[in-house]
């Protein structure tokens, strides 16, 4: 279940970041509702185009994240007191941990540079506008649900133009951060489960005794 779900998503995911680089020029924007847009950016940074510390560092940190994630899961995948709603927060947080390292890893090497108004090629003989970990992260998805002015008597926000939701995401940060939602809001008791070393050690010498 758990491979589907990771598998399924980052197909999803890597499918529409490809449909959008090679179809979008950088900044074009499809507007499907006023709520829900598609505008093509791109950022070196986490989840939700933030920026934090060292690219390269930030890359290995998810390699190494989404390998410990699968070892995880496949050390809890048959245990009765892990419900199956744990393991697919974890599944969702591993499928958006790989989506982005997939973008950091190879979109540097896999696509060009375009020109302004002109939209990227998938393998271009030229070779791609990067190196090895050095690709940006493709993100599309943007829900502005509100708007409004601000009063001009509020301190500091006064005058100021606000849009909720601001921020622009890609699926693997949507599955990343449900995942993340959910397992703190109704498996906080089965992290803490499954992170039990006295059940680990007595599994241990359970199999060691078969």
């Known amino acids: ?37 598609l505008r093509f950016i791109e950022n070196n ?7 934090f510390g060292s690219k390269l560092v930030l890359t290995w940190f998810r390699i190494i994240a989404v390998v410990a994630f699968c070892y995880f899961i496949s050390k809890i995948r048959c245990r009765a007191d892990i419900r199956n709603g744990f393991i697919v927060c974890v599944a969702l947080i591993t499928a958006g941990a790989l989506g982005n390292v997939i973008d950091c890893v190879s979109y ?14 998938l393998f271009p003989e030229g070779g791609g506008y990067g190196t090895l ?33 601001q921020p622009i995401f890609n699926i693997a940060d949507a599955a990343l951060s449900v995942g ?12 803490a489960v499954a992170l039990d070393s006295k059940y680990t050690e007595n599994e241990s ?3 060691n005794e078969r």
Not at 45 to 51: K, S
Not at 108 to 121: E, R, S, V
Not at 149 to 164: C, I, L, N, Q
Not at 180 to 191: N, P, Q, R, V, W
Request: a negative charge; zero cysteines; proline letters at 4%.
């Open 45 to 51: 940074g986490m989840a939700f185009g933030m920026e």
């Open 180 to 191: 993340t939602a959910i397992l703190i809001i109704f498996y906080s008791k089965d992290l």
């Open 133 to 165: 970990f050095n690709g940006r992260v493709v993100d599309m998805l943007y829900f502005p649900l509100m708007e409004w002015d601000w009063p001009t008597w509020m301190p500091w926000v006064g005058g100021d133009h606000f849009v909720f939701f």
């Open 205 to 207: 010498q359970n199999q």
């Open 1 to 37: 279940m758990a491979a589907i779900i990771i598998a399924a998503i980052v197909v999803l995911d890597q499918a529409l970041k490809i449909w959008v680089k090679t179809h979008f020029f950088y900044g074009e924007e499809y507007r499907i509702t006023d709520w829900f847009i």
């Open 108 to 121: 540097g090497l896999i696509f060009d540079n375009p020109g302004f108004l002109q939209t990227a090629t």
